[in-house]
Antibody, heavy 116, light 108 residues
Framework: EVQLVESGGGLVQPGGSLRLSCAASGFTFTNYHINWVRQAPGKGLEWLSHIGGFSNDIYYADSVKGRFTISRDNVKNSLYLQMDSLSAEDTGVYYC?????????WGQGALVTVSS | EIVLTQSPGTLSLSPGEGATLSCRASQSVTSNYLAWYQQRPGQAPRLLIYDASTRATAIPGRFSGTGSGTDFTLTITRLEPEDFAVYYCQQYGSSPRTFGGGTKVEIK
């Protein structure tokens, strides 16, 4: 069974940093791009970033470019999102999701709250 | 960036009725690379349709997707209680990947 489990969410002050993790299981991790998608409270979905199976093909949305860094550890079957210079607009649920095109499996999400 | 506009914003229907959801792109979606997702309250999104018309694994036959170019439709025949949710379209034909704003299907 494919599973994606996010962790690392929490409360952080404006200007601070946070690192999210996504643990993957049930599939050959290196065969897949993995994405980060977020959802602000009561809002829609926003695609943020993806990374190829061997850390190639990295792409960011303009809204996070230069502040967020995506990475993966293929030994640990894990994906990461380093988030710096956080602001209130970054508050939301962050999902990791599998797929280079459509997203066929999603984690349950990690809540990030940016507030003083 | 391709902007996806979904309509209507909210659809109020009764169980057993049919639903037609629209997703319009600001420019043609390459190779009709368009997906539909369902999100129930408090849950992660679930893939329903990809490549505009292909049902994902284990998705019931009452869900169907049609369309090409800039106009796409998700049709749900005979709404079941578990179908009342928010539906999003997403294009993956060009970068950045973008989502529509969603259509909420609520119980009338």
């Amino acid at each position: 069974e494919v599973q994606l489990v996010e962790s690392g969410g929490g409360l952080v002050q404006p200007g601070g940093s946070l690192r999210l993790s996504c643990a993957a299981s049930g599939f050959t991790f290196t065969n897949y791009h993995i994405n980060w998608v977020r959802q602000a409270p009561g809002k829609g979905l926003e695609w943020l970033s993806h990374i190829g199976g061997f850390s190639n093909d990295i792409y960011y949305a303009d809204s996070v470019k230069g502040r967020f860094t995506i990475s993966r550890d293929n030994v640990k079957n894990s994906l990461y999102l380093q988030m710096d210079s956080l602001s209130a607009e970054d508050t939301g649920v962050y999902y990791c999701a599998r797929g280079i095109y459509y997203l066929d499996h999603w984690g349950q999400g990690a809540l990030v709250t940016v507030s003083s | 960036e391709i902007v996806l506009t979904q309509s209507p914003g909210t659809l109020s229907l009764s169980p057993g009725e049919g639903a037609t959801l629209s997703c319009r792109a600001s420019q043609s979606v390459t190779s009709n690379y368009l997906a539909w997702y369902q999100q129930r309250p408090g849950q992660a999104p679930r893939l329903l349709i990809y490549d505009a018309s292909t049902r994902a694994t284990a998705i019931p036959g009452r869900f169907s997707g049609t369309g090409s170019g800039t106009d796409f439709t998700l049709t749900i025949t005979r709404l079941e209680p578990e179908d009342f949710a928010v539906y999003y379209c997403q294009q993956y034909g060009s970068s950045p990947r973008t989502f529509g704003g969603g259509t909420k299907v609520e119980i009338k």
